[in-house]
Structures are given as C-alpha cells and as structure tokens.
C-alpha cells in the first residue's frame, strides 16, 4: 500500500507502507509533514526538532539537518521510498539506451578502424603487387641485356671472320695476279726428247 502526502504546493509525494516516524510510529497521512534527517532517520511533523535553526535529530543526536519528504526532495534521496521493482524498470530502461547509444558509436568507431585497416591491406598488397612487377621487370632486363651481349658479341666474332676471309680474298686475289703476270704462256707441245 503506497501512502501519499500534500506538501504545502499541493503536490503530492508517494510513500511507500513501511514509512513511518521513527519516534512515535506514526504512518504517513495528509495532515503531517514528514522529514528525512541527514543521518538516515524519518520523523514527522511533530517530533522532528523543526523550529530549531540547527535541528537535532531526536533518534541519535546527530546535527545533520532534515528536508521535508515531498516532490522537492533531491531524485536521488526520492528514490530511497520508490518501489524497488520500479527502479529495476527504470534503470533496465536507462541501461538499454545506453547500451544503445554506446554500441552505435563502438559500431561507427570499428567500422572507421575496420575500413582502415582494409584499406592499409589493400595498399600492402598493391606494393607488394608492385614490388614482385618491378623484380619481374629487372628480370627480363638483365635476361635481355645478357641476350645483347651475347648477340654484340656474336657480331663482333662474325665481324672478325669477315674480316679474316677478306683479307684471306685479297692475299689470294694478290697471289693470282702476281702468278698471272709472271707467267709465260704456256703451249701443250711435246718435248723433242720425248719418245712418246
Ligand atoms: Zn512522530
Ligand atoms: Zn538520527
């Protein structure tokens, strides 16, 4: 049973069955106050030590001030007379919204640092795709350049053949022309000695 109480703007407070004045036992109805005290005590109206200016509570001696139990009690403090099951509701409700608002932002954050990360994936791969091109292309120059030596060096050989076989030509057609112009004519004739 939720018992309410007027404060003086009309409004009401909701106070739960096990509110009471921890001095004279009485339970809250329309026409009493109630207080809080500092030290964690509940008095009404009457026993709560109200026209002092630093209040002592009556319970335990403390002088730890009162507020009166109303709608302008601080949430905080209001929440000591909400029924439990209420607040598991409501901070189920609070926890979910900020689960929610939590979860979206980790999302959008991983995804910033997932997409980075492909993105550095990519970019390695594109380098190494690069670098295995460029080795490929070394390849194939030294192999060509190789190739054009040797070819170079062929030519140069064959080169030197010619060379070789020219002078050879000329030696040759030198020897034929001093051979020519030094030769008598030649006529078959048969030796007068000749018995054949
Ligand atoms: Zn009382
Ligand atoms: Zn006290």
């Not at 200016?53 to 302008?72: F, M, T």
């Not at 209420?86 to 954050?109: C, G, M, P, T, W």
């Not at 997409?115 to 490929?136: G, H, I, R, V």
């Not at 080169?159 to 006529?187: F, G, W």
């Amino acid at each position: 049973m939720i018992n309410r109480i007027e404060d003086k703007t009309g409004e009401t407070a909701e106070m739960a069955d096990w509110t009471h004045c921890n001095i004279c036992m009485r339970q809250p109805s329309t026409d009493v106050a109630f207080f809080l005290t500092g030290c964690g005590h509940i008095l009404c109206k009457n026993c709560v030590d109200s026209g002092a200016a630093d209040p002592q509570c009556k319970v335990c001696n403390q002088k730890s001030g009162v507020l009166e139990i109303n709608r302008h009690l601080q949430p905080d403090l209001q929440e000591f007379f909400k029924d439990p099951k209420d607040l598991l509701v409501r901070y189920q409700q609070k926890l979910n919204k900020v689960f929610e608002f939590q979860s979206a932002h980790r999302k959008r954050i991983n995804k910033y640092h997932k997409d980075l990360q492909q993105k550095a994936t990519k970019m390695a791969q594109y380098f190494q795709n690069e670098m295995k091109k460029k080795s490929e292309l070394e390849r194939q120059y030294k192999m060509t350049k190789e190739q054009n030596k040797q070819l170079q060096e062929k030519i140069t050989r064959q080169q030197e053949e010619l060379r070789s076989y020219k002078t050879q030509m000329y030696q040759y057609q030198a020897s034929a022309e001093r051979h020519r112009s030094t030769q008598v004519p030649h006529y078959r004739s048969r030796s007068p000695n000749s018995t054949g």
